[in-house]
């Protein structure tokens, strides 16, 4: 699957599979944050389909405006899909794919007094250098606020991989495991993220919740986690029948020991906020 039909796919199942247990989640942490007036000049970065993006031109009025970013033009048809059929009063929506997103922001110096991210900037490849980015489009005085899952999210998969691995000799598997969670993001490395870039007054909330699963096949098959970090695992256990093999007995354990009861997977949900200069 290239990556841009991995991008039509999910976006086509996003507002099913995706949004009501995880990117809504933090979306309202976000929405209960935020600092938000009528009439801002605002800009999302990675709006996916629209789901927050609707909430903020809401809130923003018709005197605001608010320019969404998207990489995938999957994302942003569904997102303008969306923006159309609202017959609310709104501020002005700019719908923009753009290769590059979040790394590279298609907006000016000092452009908005609001930048919001859910989730977008703390998946990315250096998610540092794109709060650097999201700052250069802030006016003095302007917030930044993102979302962020932190270390300790999948945390009951990672338990039991962790275990196949070990019984069944795995130790550069073992090693990369571990390697991997310790670069999870925990408070302090998302909060470190603003600092770098030369924000003040920051301020971060957490929150933890569960994503309730029937079975290791429901969990390995849902477009969160197939489609998600399912690619990174999978590398993290080597190739072939050695990675089919770590795979079928991780299932097999979480079939196992949460027989009869759902497999129950932990959520630690951030929101980071902070101000430029």
Not at 25 to 37: G, H, K, T, V, Y
Not at 115 to 136: F, G, W, Y
Not at 228 to 237: F, H, I, N, T
Request: proline residues 5%; aromatic residues 8%.
């Amino acid at each position: 699957m290239t990556p841009a039909e991995k991008q039509a796919r999910l976006a086509k199942v996003y507002d099913d599979e995706v949004l009501p247990a995880y990117a809504a989640r933090f979306a309202s942490m976000i929405l209960r944050e935020i600092d938000l007036r009528p009439g801002t000049r605002a800009v999302e970065v990675g709006c996916a389909t629209g789901h927050l993006t609707r909430a903020l031109a809401r809130r923003l009025g018709r005197d605001g405006h608010l320019t969404a970013l998207d990489e995938a033009p999957a994302f942003i048809a569904e997102a303008r899909a969306k923006i159309e059929a609202d017959s609310t009063a709104h501020a002005p929506v700019a719908l923009v794919a753009r290769p590059g997103i979040p790394r590279a922001l298609p907006v000016d110096d000092q452009a908005a007094e609001l930048v919001v991210s859910n989730l977008a900037i703390a998946n990315a490849a250096d998610p540092a250098a794109a709060v650097k980015e999201a700052a250069r489009v802030l006016t003095p005085g302007g917030q930044l606020i993102l979302s962020a899952p932190l270390r300790g999210t999948w945390a009951e998969f990672f338990d039991l991989f962790r275990d196949v691995l070990r019984e069944g000799g795995k130790q550069a598997s073992l090693s990369a495991l571990d390697h991997h969670i310790a670069a999870l993001p925990d408070g302090a490395a998302v909060t470190g993220w603003l600092e770098s870039a030369g924000l003040t007054k920051i301020a971060i909330v957490v929150e933890r919740w569960e994503i309730l699963f029937k079975s290791a096949r429901e969990f390995f098959f849902a477009p969160l986690v197939e489609l998600g970090p399912l690619v990174r695992w999978k590398e993290l256990s080597g190739k072939g029948e050695e990675m089919q093999d770590a795979f079928f007995f991780t299932k097999e354990a979480i079939d196992a020991y949460f027989k009869g009861r759902a497999f129950a997977v932990t959520v630690v949900g951030a929101i980071v906020k902070g101000w430029k200069q």
